[in-house]
Structure formats: C-alpha cells, structure tokens
C-alpha cells in the first residue's frame, strides 16, 4: 500500500494506471516518430493529443470502477465494463486526433493508431483483472495473535485482498486457545523477530487481545521494524486495508494522537472553490435532465416537485435539503420518520427511476451553491435518526465536523442502510473521510460516483 495525500493507493493500482497512461502516449511517440518526424515536433504533439487521451482514458477506466480494488467481479462485467469503456473512448480518440486541429501529415494513421491504443487499454484492463501473474507482487504478512481480534484480520485480508499471502498467526505470551486454525499458528520456537525474519515478512499486524502484563514484546518488535518489516496496529491495518475506521477497535487516544482530522483555513477554502466550481458546471450540463424530471414527476402525481426536509449539517446545525420529490406527498402522514426500504411502496414510478440514477439529488447542487453542503461528504441525515444514531454508536457526532455531501466515500463504498448495523458501517467510512479527506480523495470520490449512478448500486 502506497498513501498519496492521506489516502491508501494499493501498488498495483498505480502500476495499472502508469500502464494505461503510456501505452497511450508511446504508442502516439513511436507513430509520429515512425514518421521522420523530430523531438522538437512529437514532444508538443503528445503532450497536447496523447496525453488528452489519456487523461480521458484515466476518468473512463476510473467511472467504469476498473481501478476499484475488486478481485471477485466475473468475466463477464468486466467484459462488459471494457464495452461501456469503448463506447467513450473510441469516439474520443476520434475526435482528439482527428478533429481537432493539428499540423501533423499523418492523422488518419494517428487516429487508427490511438483508437487502437484504446482498445488495447481496455483488453489489458480486463486481462490484468483476472490474471493471477500478479501473484509474484504479493505482501507477506504476520498476524501477531491468534485470538478473535487475530481472525479477523485475516478473513478481512483474504476476503479484501487478493495481494497479500498470510505467513501465519504469531501467539502473544498471555493469549489463552487460539480462534484461529491450529495449523496456521507459526510454533517453530522462534522469537517474533526470528520468525519474521524467516519467513521473509514485509509486515506484521499487531492484534492482541490482551496488550496488558508484558504482553506486547516492543524490544523485538523495534527489532523488526529496524530490519525493515513494517508493524501496524490493527486500527491502522483496517484503515488502510478497506479504507475505513473500525470503531470496534479505536480508542479516543487513537484518534487524537494519530494524523488527520485536518480543518486548516486552506483545506477549506479549496473546497469551497471547488464546490462552486463543480456545481455551477454540474448544473450547466443536467438543467435539461432536472426540467424533465420535474415535467415526469408533475404529470404522474400530486403534489410539489421539489421535497424539502430537514437536515442535520456542519457542527449540527440544521438546513433544508432540496430534493426532487420521488415519493407519494403523503408518505409519512402519520407524521413518524423513516427510512426508505428496499422495493418501498411509496416510491412513485417516477420516482423510482430518478431515485436508481440519482437525478432526484441534483437539486442539492443548490445547497452546495449555498455553502450548505459540500459535494463530497458524509450524507446529510434527518435530526431524529441522528439522535437515535448518536445514542447508539461511538463516535457518531464525529461525521458532522465536516459539511455533509452531495456524494461521499460511505455512498460509494456501501449501499444505501436502513439499521443502525447498517449506519456503523457507513459511519466508519464517513470517519475515514472525515480523518482523511482532501481535495485528491473528493476527486476520486467523485469518480467513483459515476460508477455508482451508471449502476444504480444501492439505490432506494
């Protein structure tokens, strides 16, 4: 795992997208420079026209989530992925070779050249998302523990992971019968630091259960981390393996000591600018979509075609949310809130529709006009479900330290919950963007949500 402005970034997403990136702008060097054509000619030429298309190619593969980390999507999405992906990219290529102005003699050759380079793009993205050559680049880790805390580590990394190689479970000196198979329990008589050693371990996760009584060895443990062996916590471990805050197992001395939950003058002056400048553009592009929308929605029932609710936002305070109405106007007749359901029955046709490809969010842009909400965030909840949430689960009222978002990492991350289970695992998503959010992570946030609206994942 690579951190890039506080967000975890695995290798082998990186490598993919550097991939991607040249095979585009060399394939568009070595034609012009096939050509005759001189350094002094191809080096504007592919920084003007390659790398265009292969920023466009980034943001594709980025909406069609081929650089999500994901290890059990079929064969068969992600054929279909590479479809959608060409269906933009090709008609790009075109257009950036061959309409746009250039003095180069040799377009048509260019642009047959840079449509193929996307093809090839697309074909590597659906090979490298099934090849198993990508084994050889795998992380070994040592799990310190062999309790609950221990199992768990290690459903999470070989259900999450598919880079990474277990090397076994290492006992602590207080820890009672292991929760973990015996087998994998490393009992060669070695100290920690020998055993890593050995086994030729890249990282250790701490996870004992009990940290008490000399139970954690911090002579050998330095002694591994000086013979370079990386050693994380297991808070640290779930926040960089799947990106979230597990709030089973933080503690207040984490969170304050630990980085993040960065709020300078400047963070928050650049969102604020790139908030207006996103839904200003935003609503640009979709007023068409948002007037028929309205024209639908008035046609198929009673009632105003803007809802409005109240909504906890920025320190608690609260605002309206504008929505498109996408319910029946007499939904909660009996005056008691609650959460939509899967198949909820009232939800219009409509409504139902404009709820799967999230046209009836649009109408936030507003509040995010109004310095109400942020584009990206935690979702904007209703004050009687906070204060239920903020009873229940540690840690809650942390989310409403930022400014709640038109989308955020919970959104794109997981689906739309209707519990309070559901809301734990939302808002440990919500506090790894509230600890680590900055302008990079709201961009591929953004990104993501592309994916999530074309789809309709977790839509209500």
């Excluded at 076994?168 to 009992?187: D, K, L, S, T, W």
């Excluded at 990282?203 to 911090?218: D, F, H, T």
Aim: hydrophobic fraction near 45%.
């Amino acid at each position: 795992m690579i951190r890039i402005f506080n967000h975890y970034l695995h290798r082998q997403t990186l490598l993919q997208v550097f991939f991607d990136l040249g095979l585009i702008v060399f394939a568009v060097i070595a034609v012009v420079l096939s050509q005759g054509k001189s350094a002094q000619t191809v080096l504007p030429f592919a920084a003007s026209h390659g790398l265009s298309l292969a920023g466009c190619m980034f943001v594709i593969n980025s909406a069609t989530g081929f650089y999500q980390h994901v290890h059990n999507r079929s064969l068969t999405e992600s054929c279909a992925r590479a479809l959608f992906g060409l269906l933009f990219g090709l008609p790009l290529a075109y257009m950036i070779f061959s309409l746009v102005p250039s003095h180069t003699d040799h377009r048509d050759l260019l642009t047959l050249v840079a449509m193929a380079a996307v093809a090839a793009v697309m074909v590597h993205r659906v090979y490298a998302s099934h090849s198993t050559t990508q084994s050889r680049l795998r992380s070994r880790i040592l799990i310190f523990g062999t309790g609950n805390a221990a199992r768990e580590v290690g459903a999470t990394l070989r259900a999450s992971d598919p880079h990474v190689q277990i090397v076994g479970y290492y006992a602590g000196p207080n820890e009672g019968e292991p929760a973990v198979p015996a087998g994998e329990v490393i009992r060669d008589g070695s100290n920690l630091t020998e055993a890593a050693l050995h086994h030729r371990v890249d990282e250790i996760v701490v996870a004992l259960a009990e940290r008490r009584g000399g139970s954690m060895p911090l002579r050998q443990l330095l002694d591994c981390k000086l013979s370079g062996v990386r050693v994380v916590d297991i808070a640290t471990h779930f926040e960089k393996t799947l990106a979230q805050i597990k709030i089973s197992h933080v503690n207040a001395g984490w969170l304050v000591f630990g980085d993040g939950f960065a709020q300078g003058m400047l963070r928050v002056a650049i969102k604020r600018f790139s908030d207006i400048v996103f839904a200003t553009l935003i609503l640009a592009l979709s007023w068409p979509l948002m007037l028929l929308a309205a024209l639908a929605i008035r046609i198929e029932s009673r009632g105003p075609v803007l809802y409005r609710q109240e909504r906890v936002g920025l320190n608690g305070a609260p605002f309206q949310v504008i929505k498109f109405r996408s319910m029946r106007a007499d939904a909660e007749k009996d005056g008691k809130p609650r959460w939509a359901t899967k198949n909820d029955d009232r939800v219009t046709r409509v409504g139902r529709f404009i709820r799967k490809v999230r046209i009836d969010e649009l109408p936030q842009l507003f509040n995010v006009l109004r310095g109400e909400m942020s584009m990206v965030g935690p979702r904007p909840e209703r004050q009687f479900f906070v204060d239920e949430l903020v009873s229940k689960i540690p840690y809650y009222a942390v989310r409403h330290s930022v400014k709640p978002g038109l989308t955020g990492w919970a959104q794109v991350r997981y689906e739309y919950g209707s519990t309070v289970e559901d809301s734990i695992e939302k808002l440990q998503y919500d506090l790894y963007y509230v600890k680590n959010h900055t302008l990079f992570l709201d961009l591929l946030i953004m990104l993501e949500t592309v994916a999530v609206v074309l789809t309709g994942k977790g839509a209500r």
